[in-house]
């Protein structure tokens, strides 16, 4: 059992759709991490969140940070053909982990052209 | 800087035969990670390092595995003996600071036969 489940496994859309990943825990963070791994590549940050209910925006992705600190999302505008990739998110301040850096086991998105 | 940098991308040995990946990290980083990422499990801490020092090694698989970082520039991860199942991809990353932003090197991919 992932400590990070991630939703949903693969996402295989047209380009110009909308879309969201997901992220739940049943455990706080304190910090949220997420990343995109393009094949053949190691995972590169996005952004991080920190507070709960924190929304940040980078260009066409927006991330949200659930209220409690237990869940986050990804939600990309207009998707592009550049935007796929594994998508992974990565916790901060598990306890029962030592307080490192836990990673789900990620999203594969593919956006058709 | 050159970012994070892997050697070899590729590796291919039978089974039993010693495997030594090697990571050169950002200068000025304190931290070192290995992870293993497979399909199966996802992204796995195996080891990290402070200042040199191996903090936390509870995420090596086996005995056969081992990693040591000589100085701040230089750290090898061994398989000794290598086993089919061992064929993944290894990253290493580097960051300033533990939980801060993790600097992923493009991996090495293994494969034992």
């Known amino acids: 059992t992932q400590l990070l489940e991630q939703s949903p496994q693969f996402l295989s859309i047209q380009e110009g759709e909308n879309l969201t990943v997901y992220c739940n825990s049943s455990?706080?963070?304190?910090?949220l991490q997420w990343y995109r791994q393009e094949p053949g590549e190691g995972p590169v940050l996005l952004v991080t969140v920190v507070t709960g209910g924190e929304v940040k925006k980078l260009k066409r992705l927006t991330f949200q940070f659930g209220d409690a600190r237990k869940d986050s999302s990804l939600h990309i505008t207009a998707a592009q053909p550049g935007d796929t990739g594994l998508y992974l998110c990565?916790?901060?301040?598990?306890?029962?982990?030592?307080?490192?850096?836990?990673f789900g086991a990620g999203t594969i998105l593919r956006v058709k052209s | 800087d050159a970012g994070v940098i892997q050697s070899p991308r590729h590796e291919v040995t039978e089974m039993g035969q010693e495997v030594t990946l090697r990571c050169k990290p950002i200068?000025?980083?304190?931290?070192l990670f290995w992870y293993r990422q497979t399909m199966m499990r996802g992204l796995e801490l195996l080891i990290y390092?402070?200042?040199?020092?191996?903090?936390?090694d509870s995420g090596m698989p086996e005995d056969r595995f081992s990693a040591k970082m000589p100085n701040a520039s230089f750290s090898t991860l061994k398989i000794q003996p290598s086993e089919p199942r061992d064929s993944a991809v290894y990253f290493c990353?580097?960051?300033?600071?533990?939980?801060?932003?993790?600097?992923f090197g493009q991996g090495t991919r293994l494969t034992v036969v």
């Open positions: 200068s000025g980083h304190d931290y």
């Open positions: 390092f402070n200042n040199n020092v191996p903090i936390d």
């Open positions: 990565a916790g901060v301040g598990f306890v029962e982990y030592g307080n490192k850096l836990v």
């Open positions: 455990s706080v963070f304190s910090s």
């Open positions: 990353a580097s960051s300033p600071a533990r939980n801060a932003e993790a600097f």
